[in-house]
């Protein structure tokens, strides 16, 4: 089924749907995308990639798309754009300043059907990727260009990038989720990727990481999307992180029984290794992971990650690197009834005691974090209490050392019994890098057929 779309912003005469020759939409097409890759058996793999320069992202789009791999397309725009500063965003365009990403609702709506035009289509679709508190023009626009798919969500929007306050978030997204369900009213099942799963990218751990990216998908199915992902970012160790996403299974199975829902998996999103190696070793524990953890899909991370921003070839060799390992690794046969296991438990915990605050999601949200029932380890923000603390153990799982007020019983091995300090925190933040490199310096020279370089 295809159709072109007509959206209607709020206090806004209709906008005119594109001419015939301008892309038209599939319908759901990127959740139909992912849904025939699965039942294929292949992972989805997708860069995080953002250019200012229309031909530049057309080409990045293009390279992704021909790429030896089943990929979608991203779309991810400046930092102006994501705080809305857009007289920023005009200025430096007019100045001929590079942005660190594609400004969309400055170009508008038309500019990015064109830059698309042959390339967004059934078998590849493209995602939008910002990073705002208050994405309510950013949405009006992507859906305006024809584009069904972004991510976001009121707490992983707002507390790590922002200090703007959870109240004003949680209703800039009810809006913002709202408006993105209209697109079902000229038939488009729109998509929408929650964050919670990537919270401040390290030394959260898992049962937070899944119990936050829960409460964001139930926050948008109840402001009327009914397609959503759950994201979850590799954290420290392999089998804790399995162990997360198959309890990520397990409570969305038991809460999502209604609408259409997978798992993404990011490449850790931490300090990254300086080798080539040691970079690469991680992405090949990211794949296996998200095979072995039943995601549908993988957000890629490249080689030169550690010291600059990745060139297209860089972002292409990722995504086949990726593509190949997944290739080789088999898929849990636990997926379809995981046990329950302490993460499964706390993660359980966290969500009904937030479910049980209200039953507006984004008030039992508010409520949550001013009682401190959720509370993100590190983060700063003025609306975190700051009150829960980590710890890695000897082996690189990630433990609590303090809960404060959140609703998670303890271990059956109890709390850890120290806390990070300045120097263990610095530590634990270059645990990953520092292993990949120690162990990728063992192995030598990184082959070029192992590399995956596009020839």
């Not at 550690?306 to 690794?329: C, D, K, S």
């Amino acid at each position: 089924m295809r159709c072109t779309v007509t959206v209607t912003e709020p206090g806004s005469a209709p906008v005119a749907a594109p001419p015939p020759s301008a892309p038209s939409v599939r319908y759901g097409a990127f959740a139909n995308f992912i849904s025939m890759a699965r039942a294929a058996g292949e992972l989805v793999v997708q860069p995080r990639m953002g250019m200012c320069d229309p031909k530049q992202m057309r080409a990045g789009l293009l390279a992704t798309k021909l790429a030896r791999a089943t990929t979608v397309g991203t779309i991810t725009l400046d930092s102006f754009t994501r705080t809305g500063d857009l007289a920023a965003v005009r200025s430096a365009l007019r100045d001929g300043v590079d942005l660190n990403g594609y400004p969309i609702v400055t170009y508008g709506p038309e500019r990015t059907r064109e830059m698309l035009r042959g390339i967004c289509e059934e078998g590849f679709p493209v995602q939008i990727r910002h990073g705002s508190p208050a994405p309510k023009d950013i949405v009006a626009t992507l859906m305006r260009a024809g584009i069904d798919a972004t991510e976001g969500g009121p707490v992983s929007y707002c507390l790590p990038y922002s200090r703007t306050p959870l109240r004003e978030s949680v209703l800039n997204w009810a809006r913002s989720a709202e408006m993105l369900s209209e697109f079902r009213g000229v038939g488009v099942e729109p998509h929408l990727e929650t964050f919670g799963g990537c919270m401040l990218g390290q030394l959260c751990p898992p049962s937070l990481l899944v119990a936050l990216s829960v409460l964001e998908g139930m926050f948008f199915h109840q402001h009327g999307l009914r397609s959503i992902s759950l994201s979850y970012a590799q954290q420290t160790h392999a089998g804790q992180d399995q162990e997360a996403l198959l309890a990520m299974h397990r409570l969305a199975g038991e809460l999502f029984t209604d609408i259409d829902w997978h798992v993404v998996v990011y490449t850790y999103m931490g300090v990254y290794p300086n080798t080539e190696r040691g970079a690469l070793r991680l992405l090949g524990e990211a794949a296996e992971l998200a095979v072995r953890g039943g995601a549908a899909r993988l957000i890629v991370k490249t080689a030169a990650e550690a010291h600059r921003i990745p060139t297209i070839a860089e972002n292409v060799q990722a995504l086949e690197y990726a593509a190949n390992v997944a290739t080789g690794t088999e898929r849990s046969d636990i997926i379809g009834t995981p046990p329950e296991s302490e993460i499964y438990r706390q993660a359980s915990d966290l969500v009904h005691a937030v479910r049980e605050l209200h039953a507006d999601i984004g008030v039992a949200l508010r409520m949550a974090f001013d009682r401190g029932y959720l509370d993100v380890p590190y983060c700063l923000h003025p609306d975190n209490a700051g009150r829960a603390r980590t710890k890695l153990t000897e082996d690189g799982r990630l433990v609590w050392s303090r809960v404060g007020a959140m609703p998670i019983k303890p271990p059956r091995s109890g709390w850890a019994t120290t806390e990070l300090g300045s120097a263990e925190l610095l530590a634990a933040l270059s645990y990953v890098a520092r292993r990949c490199d120690e162990e990728a310096a063992q192995l030598g020279t990184l082959p070029a057929a192992e590399r995956g370089q596009v020839e």
